[in-house]
């Protein structure tokens, strides 16, 4: 039987050295350059060595070779994720990810290269950035870096690797994938955090000088690659109405908050908004920053309806005083929000908005005249109702002139405590088994960088509910959470806002305009529950004990109030002697770990203007704790393999049980 067998066994080992020459060819291990070229190799040696077994083995190299095949690409090769990255919809983007890797496919209307970079900033300078085509019928993909000085460079350590790639006359398509962190001090870490991608492309291919300039043809979009949250998955005809704001004129000023009464859609019996989506006016993308919208009092008068005018004006109609509930939150960049499928936003009911009021704040820094604004929210809404009355609960620091920064500051961070004396009176009433968080909005202005939400029980530290090391103020949206998570009776939050005060020269106060500063965290919860804001905010007197001042003037009769000693902040307010005081980076990081440790006014408001018996108290912030991260991803050794390194395994394997069957 052996020597039957013999001329089969040289036919094998012949095969080895044609498939080790095509596996050479198609370097797997370091750029998987086609699938067509790898599909052919496993074929070549699949159908050469299932023909040369006895019935009885072939059966076993199929299982392996399955197996094999199976573990290495079972991740599909469907793409789960996509986006448009430019205004004329010519470069397109789709992706999908596991655990360790993320693979992007980019279709572009070009013949020449495409580029896609990770930037830390959305700008060129220190990006990670690859960069392909294809020439002669054949893909490239080259990783690069940009230095300080935005001078492109190839990366040493090409960690960037080519799927596949095609072109006909008008478009480029590319497939490459990459390890999420690379131990590469030239790539930027992939993580659950914000990603400001930046992209381009050219004409012509590149060349032995490298990239040609692209010129126009680029642009940034920032995103959650791993945290891309949900899609408009509602039925085609859901029913819909529109808050919109018409012909609005925007003032010559930086900032202006523009409010106006709207009645909601009229139903006959409860329904459930199911999701609500930004209209904003063509061209204004970058005008209007954010939109909330309150519940007002239910017995307004229906002439209110007309009521337009700025908000937090002295000449603003009173009734807009009676809009204190948070019913929903927008903010620039976010694409619209999709409720999960057993939670909806109650209308129809008797306790239920049956007025609304719009805030839209238009952010005008380049002082734009003659701009007329008709910007708005798109709510769908079914009488098919859900399990759950979604509610919001507003946390974080209490928007106040007494949340201060200091001048050029590298980091300073701001904490804002819905304190659990607050939760465990307000949930101990309404929901003694808890409500559940499923979504999370964290928002900051321009010093923002990064934003957590902290979640604290029984004075241990949870996972955090939400956190963005990479905050962009240009994109901030409800985020889903993988998990819901349970508030109960007693926890407490802490929303912790990192800013860079670096370049400025006075003090950044908390206010309304983005130049000024907030720190909040907007929740989604269910079932929902008479409580509207859970938030702080350091007591004033030892802010002010830190710049030396003495007594202030009584009785207060003007805001801010006004400094009485010492003499040199005599007479001037208390914002004034703040700017005033000699800042430094030491003077500012003392301050900073003063005002975290002080005393802290607790604010715990119900719907409208009622509030909890705790709200105003003064009460100790809890101890600090060494706060738990989220978990952390391990960068991939080099040495490690890859799933073609895998695969190429597994073939061997089989060859060799093959050998072994053949030896028989």
């Not at 909330?292 to 008068?301: E, G, H, R, T």
């Not at 380049?366 to 507003?394: K, M, N």
């Not at 004990?545 to 007594?551: A, M, N, W």
């Amino acid at each position: 039987m052996r020597e039957a067998l013999l001329p089969r066994r040289l036919s094998v080992l012949g095969r080895r050295a044609q498939l080790a020459n095509l596996y050479r060819n198609v370097n797997l291990s370091k750029q998987r350059h086609s699938m067509r070229h790898f599909s052919l190799f496993v074929g070549v040696f699949f159908t050469s060595t299932f023909t040369m077994l006895p019935a009885k083995y072939r059966s076993v190299l199929v299982f392996f070779t399955t197996f094999g095949f199976y573990a290495s690409f079972s991740h599909g090769s469907g793409f789960r994720h996509s986006t448009i990255l430019d205004p004329h919809g010519k470069y397109h983007l789709k992706w999908r990810f596991d655990r360790r890797t993320i693979t992007f496919e980019i279709e572009v209307e070009t013949t020449g290269y495409v580029g896609f970079g990770l930037s830390p900033n959305g700008a060129m300078a220190l990006s990670d950035i690859v960069i392909g085509g294809v020439t002669d019928g054949r893909p490239y993909l080259q990783d690069y870096f940009a230095d300080a000085k935005r001078k492109v460079q190839r990366d040493v350590q090409q960690n960037y690797r080519l799927e596949y790639g095609r072109e006909n006359n008008t478009h480029t398509v590319l497939a490459f994938s990459r390890d999420l962190l690379t131990c590469d001090t030239n790539d930027k870490d992939i993580t659950e955090s914000t990603v400001r991608v930046i992209w381009a492309y050219h004409s012509e291919d590149v060349g032995p000088s490298g990239p040609m300039y692209h010129g126009v043809n680029r642009g940034r979009k920032s995103m959650r690659l791993l945290d891309p949250g949900s899609k408009a998955n509602i039925t085609s005809g859901t029913d819909f109405f529109n808050l919109q704001n018409i012909n609005v004129p925007v003032p010559y000023k930086d900032t202006t908050y523009w409010c106006q009464i709207f009645k909601i859609q009229e139903v006959q019996q409860k329904h459930h908004i199911i999701r609500i989506e930004p209209l904003i006016q063509r061209g204004h993308e970058n005008l209007v920053h954010h939109i909330l919208l309150y519940q007002c009092d239910s017995n307004l008068n229906e002439s209110e309806l007309d009521a337009s005018h700025e908000c937090y004006h002295p000449n603003m109609p009173d009734s807009f005083l009676t809009c204190e509930t948070i019913v929903f939150a927008w903010a620039i960049g976010g694409e619209g929000f999709t409720y999960p499928p057993h939670v909806g936003l109650s209308i129809g009911t008797a306790i239920d908005p049956v007025y609304v009021l719009m805030e839209v704040h238009y952010d005008n820094p380049a002082l734009q005249q003659g701009v007329v604004d008709s910007s708005g929210l798109r709510l769908f809404y079914t009488p098919e109702l859900r399990q759950y009355d979604a509610g919001v609960i507003e946390t974080g620091v209490w928007v106040s002139l007494y949340h201060m920064l200091p001048p050029g500051m590298q980091e300073y961070v701001s904490e804002g405590h819905c304190t659990r004396e607050c939760l465990q009176e307000s949930l101990g009433q309404e929901m003694p088994s808890g409500v559940s968080v499923f979504a999370v909005l964290m928002h900051a202005h321009l010093a923002g960088r990064a934003i957590r939400t902290r979640h604290f029980r029984e004075q241990e530290e949870l996972q955090p509910l939400s956190h963005d090391e990479e905050f962009d103020f240009n994109f901030q949206e409800f985020q889903l959470l993988k998990e819901e998570r349970l508030l109960l009776p007693g926890d407490n939050l802490i929303t912790e806002c990192k800013y860079t005060t670096k370049g400025r020269q006075n003090m950044t106060w908390g206010g309304l305009t983005t130049r000024d500063e907030m720190c909040l965290s907007y929740l989604l919860y269910y079932p929902r529950v008479n409580l509207a804001r859970c938030e702080s905010l350091p007591e004033i007197t030892g802010q002010l004990k830190f710049i030396g001042v003495k007594e202030i003037q009584v009785p207060v009769t003007t805001w801010p109030f006004m400094i009485k000693s010492p003499k040199k902040y005599s007479n001037l307010s208390f914002t004034e002697a703040m700017d005033k005081y000699r800042w430094s980076k030491k003077r500012g990081k003392s301050f900073n770990e003063m005002v975290l440790q002080l005393p802290i006014n607790v604010r715990c408001s119900k719907w409208g203007q009622d509030e909890w018996s705790i709200q105003g108290t003064l009460v100790s912030p809890p101890e600090a704790k060494p706060e738990v991260k989220p978990p952390s991803m391990v960068c991939r050794s080099a040495s490690e393999p890859h799933s073609g390194v895998v695969l190429l395994f597994t073939l061997c394997l089989t060859y060799s049980i093959v050998q072994a069957c053949l030896s028989l």
